[in-house]
């Protein structure tokens, strides 16, 4: 409750296997601002078809949430894989990604201690096509400005002050 989320009715909490609900939602049309992927680092549970491994199948994961985030959504992607590196370069051209590890840390963890997660902000880029590039079929990104997606960052650490302020 403590990021402002209370109504239920609009903030619902869905508990269930992901890959139906985002096939469900696909279907639906369904479009989000902010989804959270906080996969394990690994698992081969008998659910499902083959063992996730997180290394190995964030791109695909990222791919299918994509399908269901609004232009300009959130998605907030943590790995708490020690041996974990995202490429940034397979995503560049989808999203804008700032590593936000450092603000998501709990009081009094750090690397030196066991680890922490590492967690992305990744803000998905707007994908258009105008009268002439439908043509031509091609696709265009519309620019995100840096002062916008700074704000957002800037937001949450001004959040982390006024936690650690009220804390004290």
């Known amino acids: 409750y403590a990021n402002g989320f209370r109504d239920e009715s609009r903030y619902p909490v869905i ?11 696909v279907e639906k049309g369904a479009q989000y601002d902010i989804v959270i992927f906080d ?16 290394k190995k199948d964030y791109l695909a994961w990222i791919a299918k949430l994509s399908r269901i985030m ?27 990604i700032i590593e936000i590890s450092s603000q998501t840390a709990p009081q009094g ?3 030196s201690k066991g680890g922490i997660s590492r ?7 707007s994908v258009f096509n105008d009268k ?9 990104v519309k620019p995100v400005t ?11 650490e001004s959040y982390d ?7 004290a």
């Not at 609004?70 to 804008?96: E, G, M, P, R, V």
């Not at 967690?119 to 998905?124: H, P, R, Y």
Request: aromatic share 10%; charged share 35%; proline share 4%.
């Open 15 to 25: 508990a269930g296997d992901a890959l139906p609900f985002i096939e469900k939602e």
């Open 132 to 140: 002439a590039s439908k043509r031509k079929k091609e696709r265009i």
């Open 146 to 156: 840096d002062q916008d997606f700074e704000s957002l960052v800037s937001s949450i």
């Open 109 to 111: 963890f750090s690397k």
């Open 39 to 54: 996969p394990p680092s690994f698992s081969n549970s008998h659910k499902m078809d083959k063992p996730f491994d997180v």
């Open 70 to 96: 609004s232009d300009h959504a959130l998605l907030i992607f943590s790995s708490n894989s020690s041996t974990f590196a995202l490429d940034k370069n397979s995503l560049k051209h989808s999203f804008k």
């Open 119 to 125: 967690v992305w902000l990744m803000e998905k880029l």
């Open 161 to 167: 002050s006024e936690k650690d302020e009220k804390a």
